[in-house]
Each structure stands twice: as C-alpha cells, then as structure tokens.
C-alpha cells in the first residue's frame, strides 16, 4: 500500500488577465490517518477492557471514533492559519476570483502533516494522563 497525502487547494483567477494562483488551504483525511487512529485506539480499548473499567467490545466503535475526533481537532488549528483570502492580481491588481477547492496528492509528507500526526500524539498522552489520575484517586 503505497502511503499518499492529500492537501486541499484553492484555486484563483484574474477577472481581467488569465493570471491564476492557488492558495494551500488545508490537509485532508486519508488512509494512513485510519491506520493510525486504530493502533491508538487499539492500544487505549485494550486498557478500558482491563479492570476496573471492563468495558464491553461495543465501547471500541466509540474509542475509535474519539481517536478520528483527535485528527480533527489536531488539524482544526491548521485551517485557521492556512490559506487566507487572495485579493488582488498580483500583475494588473484586479480583483482574482475564487474558482473552488481541489485535492492534490503528495508522495511525501509535509511539515503540517507532520505536526498533525504530534498533536494527536500529545493529545492521546493528555487523555491517558488524566484517566491515569482518575484511576489513582
Ligand atoms: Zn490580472
């Protein structure tokens, strides 16, 4: 299985001139962002099936979606920033016209990636952390 990631891009164009540009806008969901959700949650399931929890194998479908919910928010902050509005031509200063979004796959990861695949690391330590300390007390 060859591991692609997939960006998302806006696309624009020059009310008078034919100039086009495009902005990054943002990465997309993709397969390796599946696989790695599971072995999270595979790992987090296996010690809520442990006393004192003993949660029936139902609860995983939940875990699982909690995990997807992390990437989400682990690439929520990433669409804030990125992006942004073009304005003007950068030849003639008409205004450029927004022409829509379109997916670009790439065979390596960016250093946005990157910083999605730790946040959701950080993320899933903060939530074994403090269900650590809720067991303690
Ligand atoms: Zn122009």
Redesign the pocket.
């Known amino acids: 299985m060859k591991i692609m990631f997939r960006h998302i891009f806006a696309g624009y164009r ?6 086009t540009c495009e902005r990054h806008n943002g990465t997309s969901f993709t397969k390796l962002h599946l696989i790695i959700g599971l072995v999270f949650a595979l790992a987090f399931a296996i010690r809520l099936f442990c006393p004192p929890w003993e949660l029936q194998w139902y609860y995983f479908f939940g875990i699982y979606a909690g995990e997807l919910l992390l990437f989400f928010i682990s690439g929520l902050s990433f669409s804030f920033f990125s992006g942004g509005m073009v304005h003007r ?6 205004p ?1 016209m927004f022409c829509g979004r379109y997916f670009k796959y790439e065979d390596k990861p960016w250093p946005e990636d990157h910083a999605i695949f730790i946040i959701h690391a950080v993320l899933n330590v903060v939530i074994w952390l403090n269900l650590a300390r809720l067991l303690a007390s």
């Open positions: 020059c009310s008078k001139c034919s100039e031509c950068k030849n003639c200063k008409a450029m």
